[in-house]
């Protein structure tokens, strides 16, 4: 199953400029390193644009079904081969408050001026790096040897002629402490035009059924917006929601963490916050966590929820250390932007407090 599944990801994202190289996902964010790959596959005179989803059913053994759905990528490719792929990761906790985004990044490549591009969503951030020499199309890779294979012919997925080919996997006995072989059955079902998979379904006794498809599929190509642009040429990380930088290392923003060599930033203006007559009447009490930057002159900025209480309370929580000012946090005996967090206490006996 593990060749099938990489061969599947392999045609859709053949023409991607940065490779993967680790993922770190936090409740409240995330982070990513890539490198440049060393080679690109461009498809030309094939536009297209979709969201890929994955329905996964596991039936458990007294015949209930577990349902899940995933939204997995987002790609688009114009007629000159130029792609954008954002993919999707879980949602931090504190993304129904609106303070990140499930496709924190984008991945871009531009072979008409022989560029890529990650852009980070929320930052506004875009890092670049020149494109290798183009290459042929990725060969199949080869089968395990307890894998066979056959042809299913073609039929025609969202107007668009597909190949299908079945592969039937034999995990023999004891090989993982199974009392019986596993087989495993994977069909996909690829476009020899457009060079992507445009549907894959996966039977594994182990985990269930998997089907993955596109959805609001479309031959056609949106331009990715303006960023600011960061030169890269070698490995480089990637961080989105409220996990903070490396101690004594800048993130994008010229932010640092506190830790040796980075002093705090120290509140000297702490206007309190209020409660609102929702809360009050609902007798909600406890704290909200918030993350910010204090910019090198003491003012707060980007002022986000961690941890949220209340919606009502959680606003009246930002306004409030929004006007806060602080003695700035220094490096080198210099005044510095540092990541902080706070927490801001609602209790109904007493005006509200830090």
Known sequence: ?????????????ASTGQTLVNLRRDPNGGSATYRPTDSVHPVLNAPVAYELREVRVQTLADGAHITQVMRLERFWRD???????????????????????????????????GFWYLL??????????PLPPPTPAPSTPPL??????????????????????????????????????????????TSPELQITMLRNIHDPRVGDATTELHNFKREFAPPPDYRIVDESGQFTVSWGTLPAPANSPDPSGAYRMGPGVSPPVPIYQPEPRYTEQAS???????????????????????????????????QAIEAVSQWRFR???????????IA???????????PQR
């Open 79 to 113: 007629s000159h081969g130029r792609t954008r792929l954002e993919r999707s990761y879980p949602a931090p906790r504190n993304a129904e408050n609106g303070q990140t985004s499930a496709w924190p990044t984008a991945e871009i490549t531009n072979p008409a001026v």
């Open 1 to 13: 199953m593990r060749s099938c599944f990489a061969l599947g990801l392999v045609l859709a994202l």
């Open 281 to 315: 009447r609902a007798k909600i009490q406890g704290s909200v966590s918030l993350s910010l930057i204090v910019d090198a002159e003491g003012r707060p900025q980007r002022v986000q929820v961690v941890r949220s209480l209340d919606p009502g309370l959680d606003q």
């Open 144 to 189: 395990p040897p307890t894998a066979v294979s056959e042809d299913l012919g073609k039929q025609t997925i969202n107007g668009v002629v597909a190949q299908g080919r079945r592969t039937i996997l034999t995990v023999p006995m004891n090989a993982q402490g199974n009392d019986r072989p596993l087989i495993t059955t994977t069909e996909i079902w």
């Open 341 to 351: 967090s706070v927490q801001v206490f609602f209790r109904l006996l007493d005006n």
């Open 328 to 338: 700035p946090g220094q490096k080198d005996g210099m005044p510095v932007p540092v």
């Open 120 to 129: 980070e969503t929320e930052k506004k951030l875009a890092h670049r790096g």
